[in-house]
């Protein structure tokens, strides 16, 4: 009885505290849906009541190519993450090379660099070579965030993949980018799955870069899209959170749909047999 008894007191702590983190989201989407009239109401709907979807139409008149282009922006970060990446990781996890250790560390300190300071050193670089407020210079300053982490993820996984793939791969012929592409590249699709969905995540949803490198730009990301709209708009509420709620849409789907893989490929090579 009492490890029954611990177990629903854990239950209920762990739906109080789920409730509480999800309230903001579901009072996002109750003002979304609230009439402008009935925003001041005290005490406030807590409901939806007398809905509308005027906000959601006014969204989607204004917002469309914002996010456009933060789905260029965020599937060009995680092309090119991969294509950095990967083989980085490869390189230290397989063929071990003279400062391998040396390069590890490195990639530690690089998560550690404050974003604004990055952006800082690439706003200097974009106005001398021409990449201000363009998509591409968007694409390749996301990256810099991504590359270390998805580096470190593919070096533990890979590392823990068996010497025996490798090695059959070896007396068959096949060099050292043939085995990269034709089997260790393969047999890491929880990996690769993992570094795309952080990527693009953070890529989806960067605000620093945006603002700083492409405050100007004629294609902008939804963020630097719902800035501007707080600013021209700040007492259409409910318009201002329907484009926050249109905004989660995609990352909620990816999460939900790669939330198995991603469990896996965080978790590899934390156990060895």
């Known amino acids: 009885m009492r490890a029954g008894g611990r177990g629903w007191w854990h239950t209920?702590?762990?739906v109080v505290?789920?409730?509480l983190m999800l309230f903001p989201v579901y009072w996002m989407i109750n003002v979304s849906f609230t009439r402008d009239q009935d925003m001041r109401r005290s005490p406030p709907n807590w409901f939806p009541v007398n809905g509308t979807l005027e906000g959601y139409r006014e969204v989607l008149g204004r917002q469309l190519p914002y996010l456009a282009t933060s789905m260029v922006v965020g599937l060009g970060t995680v092309a090119l993450t991969l294509v950095v990446s990967a083989p980085?990781?490869?390189s230290l996890a397989r063929l071990r090379p003279r400062g391998g250790g040396v390069l590890g560390f490195l990639l530690l300190v690089a998560q550690m660099i404050p974003g604004v300071i990055m952006a800082m050193g690439f706003y200097a670089i974009y106005l001398s070579t021409g990449v201000l407020n363009t998509v591409p210079g968007l694409i390749l300053a996301?990256?810099?965030l991504a590359v270390p982490f998805a580096v470190l993820i593919f070096t533990t996984f890979m590392s823990g993949i068996p010497e025996e793939l490798t090695q059959a791969a070896r007396v068959d012929g096949a060099g050292a980018l043939r085995t990269f592409w034709s089997v260790v590249l393969p047999v890491s699709r929880n990996a690769v799955i993992t570094v795309s969905l952080f990527a693009f995540l953070w890529a989806w949803s960067d605000f620093v870069f945006a603002s700083t490198l492409d405050q100007g730009g004629d294609h902008q990301p939804i963020t630097l899209g719902i800035?501007?709209?707080?600013g021209n708009n700040n007492q259409q509420w409910n318009a201002i959170m329907a484009t926050a709620v249109i905004a989660s849409i995609p990352a909620t789907v990816l999460l939900v749909l790669a939330q198995r893989y991603v469990a896996a490929g965080v978790t590899a090579g934390a156990v060895k047999d």
């Open 12 to 14: 209920g702590l762990g």
């Open 17 to 19: 505290f789920t409730a």
């Open 227 to 230: 800035y501007h709209y707080i």
């Open 88 to 90: 980085a990781a490869y």
């Open 142 to 144: 996301d990256s810099t």
